[in-house]
């Protein structure tokens, strides 16, 4: 099939994604992106501008989830009415966590819900997402005084299902690298620096941990919006030659080798639809400490939940108990269960899901 891939964020992850599917499909993958900015015009324009910029006629249209999807069905109707229209949500903007200056209500989680309408089918990158998004669309919509619509969200759950994040793991291969010898272990954070993404309360663990005298190093990769935030200043401050990475890494190859030669990934989250950086870090061998919520527990196998989650606060405690060598961890089954994720695996995945949609939709 020849399938229209249209990414109004194409930046990080959904760079990656987008990239990745396009690699990997049997199918024919025309990308067509906007840059990785400005989000909230993203979510309101880029239906206008991808109205403008698709001039071939695909057989199918899969759409990822910054774009209002209804938006962009009503101005390309006449033209592109009859192609299939597949959304995937990476995120929603429903249960998006909101600072103090955006204050923007449900403008963007509406969005979601049309666009999730307006579609033909709608593909979640995890069961948590899947199961949040349902949660949180009768809280919005009971929110408004009348003409609930909350009907509309039977027809949304009856188009929808879960079809995992594919991530392009095999590369991270070319760029095996061992931690020097004698070094002490190595405590990974490759998120972006952001505030859902919780860096205060890993900043925190840091320095009760080295203050209780235990010995490692630190690194700290991810994107950086603006300027560094202020608990990344003062763990510099505080544990000096211990961080011996503070940045983004500039190249892959740079990221890669940084990820082999850790030991921990730590993520304190409290928003993470998939968890695709903790997959790149256990593909590469490393332990896991994530938070015992959000998707992190379906990324981890039963054997491995009491070693690799922590309940709320308990962070430090966790880590202290790794260090202090008291939890044994296969890292080779934890890579085996990253290894799920792949494109090699997800691509054929995809192919003939989109396949079975368009031929269902053909058939009427």
Known sequence: ?????????????????????QQQSRHDIA?????????????????????????????????????????????????????????????????????????????????NFTSALTADAVYFNSEYHHTDFMAQLPRMLKHFADYNELESIETIGQKSQVLPLGIDLRRFDAHRARKPAGAPPRILWNHRWEADKNPEAFAHSLIQLAASGFDFQVVILGEQFGEMPAVFRAVREQLGERIIQLGYAQSFADYARWLWQSDYVVSAAWQEFFGAAVCEAMYCRCIPILPDRLNYPQLLPDQF????????????????????????????KLRAEAARYDWSRMAPQYDEELQALASRLAQG
Not at 1 to 21: N, P, Q, V
Not at 310 to 331: D, M
């Open 1 to 21: 099939m020849r399938i229209a891939l249209l990414e109004s964020y194409y930046g990080g992850s959904h760079k990656a994604w987008a990239d990745g599917y």
């Open 31 to 111: 990308l067509l992106t906007l840059p990785a900015q400005y989000w909230k015009w993203r979510m309101q324009g880029a239906a206008i501008s991808f109205a403008r910029l698709l001039q071939s006629q695909p057989d199918l249209i899969l759409a990822s989830s910054m774009i209002d999807l209804s938006t962009f069905r009503a101005l390309t109707f006449r033209r592109l009415g009859a192609v299939p229209l597949a959304l995937y949500l990476h995120e929603n903007q429903l249960s998006y966590p909101q600072n103090q200056r955006q204050g923007h209500g449900w403008r963007y989680g509406f969005i």
């Open 305 to 332: 939940k009491a070693s690799c989650l922590y309940a709320r606060g308990k962070l430090t405690a966790q880590l202290a108990h790794h260090l202090a060598g008291g939890a044994a961890v296969a890292v080779d």
